[in-house]
């Protein structure tokens, strides 16, 4: 079975080593949180919000060791009510854990988006 995992967090800055700060602490999160193998992963599918063009989020899993996933980096849609700088990410994980039994990361921010989503550690 392929489930999503769900997640988001905001950049402090437009700069590369604020975007793959930022990334690479979310997925660290999603991967502690639900305690995934890595290879258990399909793809991960990322979006930013049109405020960050300094680099790929993609790159921060490259640079993880995660070379083999099928990454994509896709724009948010421009929304007048969104947040700033965000980062989110959707995770395909093949697990034979059911939904309720999955954790979403919202961090740095981004609990304002899914504030029934809100994990502590």
């Known amino acids: 079975m392929c489930r999503g995992v769900r997640g988001a967090t905001v950049a402090a800055a437009n700069t590369r080593a604020a975007i793959l700060e930022a990334?690479?602490?979310l997925l660290a999160e999603i991967i502690a949180a639900n305690d995934i193998a890595?290879?258990?992963v399909a793809s991960i599918f990322f979006t930013m919000t049109p405020d960050l063009t300094q680099a790929y989020p993609a790159t921060a899993?490259?640079?993880m060791g995660w070379s083999d996933l099928a990454l994509l980096c896709a724009q948010e849609i421009d929304c007048p009510v969104g947040l700033?700088?965000?980062i989110?990410?959707?995770?395909?994980w093949n697990t034979k854990r059911s939904p309720?039994?999955?954790t979403?990361?919202?961090i740095n921010g981004a609990e304002a988006l899914r504030p029934d989503r809100t994990y502590q550690k």
Do not use: C, N
């Not at 989110?88 to 395909?92: D, I, N, Q």
């Open 38 to 40: 890595i290879d258990e």
């Open 23 to 25: 990334t690479r602490e």
């Open 61 to 63: 899993a490259r640079e």
């Open 104 to 106: 979403h990361i919202y």
């Open 100 to 102: 309720q039994e999955i």
């Open 88 to 92: 989110r990410v959707l995770f395909h």
């Open 84 to 86: 700033p700088r965000m």
